[in-house]
């Protein structure tokens, strides 16, 4: 990620303690925050626990948006009971209609064996399009749309078999 308040792995904390206080200043009604990148700050368990701290104190969530296998963000948020949530699907790395119905048939089938499904996309006028024409269909077969709260307190901050086993997040991958 680039521009003036993107996280980097060898940025000092205090210099990602300034980014985090500007950008939030910018979206001074904000709830919470994703990685909307961020791979490699993820699996950083030190920068993790830190971010998690400063988001507990400020009252805002996060939703990991799982770019790293070896991610760590969410297992930080579990263990000091930050309010957060993580990605099962994304609707559109492959940016065409037929690849995201796909993939939200997928997020669909998920939430029907689980009992809850979160999908992560961007406002990509194929995503728009399919989301628009799909959103309908899918009220009317008893899916139900809820807002980021509402996953959230319908997770209870455990994680998904897909991310952990008993509610626990699994360890990051890389051992770190």
Same mark, same amino acid.
């Given at each position: 990620?680039?521009?003036?308040y993107?996280w980097?792995?060898?940025? #000092? @904390? #205090?210099? @990602?303690a300034?980014?985090l206080?500007?950008?939030?200043?910018?979206v001074?009604?904000?709830?919470?925050i994703n !990685?909307?990148? %961020?791979?490699r700050?993820?699996?950083?368990p030190v920068?993790?626990a830190?971010l998690m701290?400063?988001? +507990? +104190?400020?009252? *805002?969530?996060? &939703?990991d948006?799982r770019t790293s296998?070896?991610?760590?963000?969410?297992?930080e948020? +579990?263990?000091?009971?930050l309010?957060?949530?993580?990605r099962?699907?994304?609707?559109?790395? &492959?940016?065409t #209609?037929e690849a995201?119905?796909?993939?939200?048939?997928i997020? $669909?089938?998920?939430?029907?064996r +689980?009992g809850s499904? &979160? *999908?992560? %996309?961007? #406002?990509?006028p194929?995503t728009?399009? $399919?989301?628009?024409?799909?959103l309908?269909? @899918?009220?009317a077969?008893g899916i139900?749309w &809820?807002?980021?709260?509402? /996953?959230?307190? @319908?997770r209870? !901050?455990q994680? /998904?078999a897909?991310?952990?086993?008993?509610?626990r997040?699994?360890a990051s991958?890389g %051992?770190q």
């Open positions: 990620a680039t521009g003036p993107a980097h792995p060898g940025t #000092p @904390l #205090p210099e @990602l300034s980014r206080q500007a950008a939030l200043a910018k001074p009604y904000a709830a919470g !990685n909307h990148m %961020g791979s700050m993820t699996a950083q920068r993790m830190w701290g400063e988001l +507990q +104190q400020r009252h *805002l969530f996060f &939703v948006s296998a070896a991610t760590v963000a969410a297992a948020a +579990q263990r000091i009971g309010a957060h949530v993580s099962d699907v994304f609707l559109d790395d &492959v940016r #209609p995201i119905a796909g993939q939200l048939r997020g $669909v089938e998920m939430a029907r +689980q499904a &979160v *999908l992560i %996309g961007h #406002p990509y194929q728009l399009e $399919v989301l628009e024409r799909e309908p269909r @899918l009220k077969q139900e &809820v807002e980021i709260h509402q /996953m959230i307190a @319908l209870s !901050n994680a /998904m897909a991310h952990g086993a008993g509610g997040y699994r991958a %051992g």
